[in-house]
């Protein structure tokens, strides 16, 4: 799918903000701070539970919806009808209605119980902040560095370009093995400037990031080759990452990046895959964060919805989908959120990144804490979610 002028503008953007803007973009420094709005980010909780509608705006369960009352987080926006199951996939479907509740379970929040298959332990990896804010930077500095993966195991069809950015905390650590991931851009993004302060902050809390500069990665296997790459440096007496990185890998990406970011998954390495409004079905058990937001651009990119009713509901691992309360397809999810008036939506979407990775690649309780627990899950209390769900949590 084909972006539009907002990439120019939020290029035309970063040049006429100068070295503040870059500051910004790159996620390195002070908080991201536009037009007036900052944001600073935490939470904790604790339990399991498998959904969360904290506005109330969108009904679920069975039967069909009825005005009822509003969720804990007092919307009261229109909702669908309640098709078969626990709540999201069916609710955008149906009659509307206003306000939250039906027979089913998506009144307001998730129920609490049952035995959770996350990590609850203390990270080897350096934290900062009680507790933890992923959503700014985190203990580590961070350096890049390029390469060129053309002959290190893409495909002669591949197309150019083959270079890559590589996110990594410096120094790295000498007693703990940081993980790695793999980025993968939208249609027609190259280079990182749009989507390098995801990787940034993944860096600054340990995370060592490889993102391709290409603009179509779900044609050939970009994600895959770069994890790859990564895995063999370890190994590799001579490489600056030298028995330093864990095999334990995730992989993530926007749009198209998010549709090879599920095709990646296929490697026996990758163990969390973090889509932001992408497809596709993740391999069998692997932990999936599926990031979106409510607006479909008028119908026209349908893939927002497609999040939320097919690739969260292919996932058999631990799984959790979060939708943002007019959360947009370019806007959002991109560089031109944190340059925009309100740049939420899109702190929120990089600080659950971080922590998704921090949580499964990391065994990091704290950043686990934000995502079950039920009803007190670390973000069911954040305004702007138009739809929370969890399972195998």
Known sequence: MKFNVVWL?????????????????????????SGGSSGSLSGGGSGNGNLVNPNGDTNGGSGSASTGSQGPGGGSATG?????????TGGR??????????????????????????????????????????????????????????????????????????????????????????????????????????NNNAASWGIVTIASDNSNVAGSPYLATGIEYLIAQNKDPSSIFYQKLSTKAGVAGHS????AATAATMDPNVVGEVCIEGGG???????????????TDGGLNPVNAGVVTSTYPSTTGPAFLADWD????????????????????????????????????????????????????????????????????
Request: glycine content about 18%.
């Open 93 to 198: 479907s149906g009659a509307g209605s206003t306000g939250g509740s039906t027979s089913g379970s998506a009144q307001g929040g998730p129920s609490d119980g049952g035995t959770s298959t996350m990590p609850s332990g203390t990270s080897c990896l350096q934290t900062k902040g009680s507790p933890p804010d992923y959503s700014q930077p985190g203990p580590y500095k961070v350096a890049t560095k390029m390469v060129d993966l053309a002959d290190a195991g893409l495909p002669s069809s591949a197309a150019s370009p083959t270079t890559y950015t590589i996110y990594y905390p410096s120094p790295m650590d000498t007693n703990c093995l940081h993980p790695i991931a793999a980025w993968g851009n939208g249609t027609g993004v190259t280079g990182q400037m749009t989507y390098q302060f995801y």
């Open 326 to 393: 007019g959360g947009d397809h370019v806007t959002t999810p991109t560089v031109a959120g944190l340059l925009s008036q309100n740049p939420q939506g899109t702190l929120q979407f990089v600080r659950l990144l971080t922590a998704w990775y921090r949580c499964f690649l990391a065994d990091d309780g704290a950043a686990c804490n934000l995502f079950k627990g039920g009803k007190s899950c670390g973000i069911c209390k954040d305004p702007g979610w138009y739809l929370l769900e969890s399972k195998n949590l």
């Open 256 to 259: 198209q990046g998010g549709i």
């Open 80 to 88: 669908g009808g309640g098709g078969t199951g626990a709540g999201s």
């Open 281 to 295: 079905t993740p391999r069998q058990g692997v932990a999936t964060l599926c990031l979106t937001g409510s607006i």
């Open 9 to 33: 503008l939020a290029s035309a953007s970063i040049a006429l903000f100068g070295a503040a803007a870059i500051e910004l973009v790159t996620g390195c420094g002070q908080s991201a701070t």
